[in-house]
């Protein structure tokens, strides 16, 4: 997974996200504390993907992804990821 671009306005943060064969744009919020949550719409947008995480010492981002459907319901998939800075 590759987060470039990213682009933080205060709490909210954007950029281009590239995984699973994907590259789509992603928009979410970060907070003080570390706290990062993003969205990235899949398939034609009929799906999203769902990023929580924190952000922790040194840079790297970790945490927890689940997929919606269309109608925001929980399709089942879900897993682990981590981001790392690369130069």
Do not use: C
């Not at 699973?20 to 970060?30: E, M, R, Y």
């Not at 399709?75 to 981590?82: A, D, F, I, K, P």
């Amino acid at each position: 997974m590759h987060l470039t671009s990213v682009q933080q306005n205060q709490g909210n943060i954007s950029g281009s996200f590239t995984a699973l064969g994907l590259a789509d744009p992603f928009k979410g919020t970060i907070t003080l504390s570390g706290s990062i949550h993003f969205t990235v719409k899949i398939y034609n947008g009929t799906s999203t993907l769902v990023f929580e995480g924190a952000i922790k010492i040194g840079g790297d981002i970790a945490g927890s992804f689940t997929v919606l459907n269309q109608n925001g319901q929980r399709t089942g998939e879900s897993g682990l990821w981590n981001v790392a800075i690369s130069s």
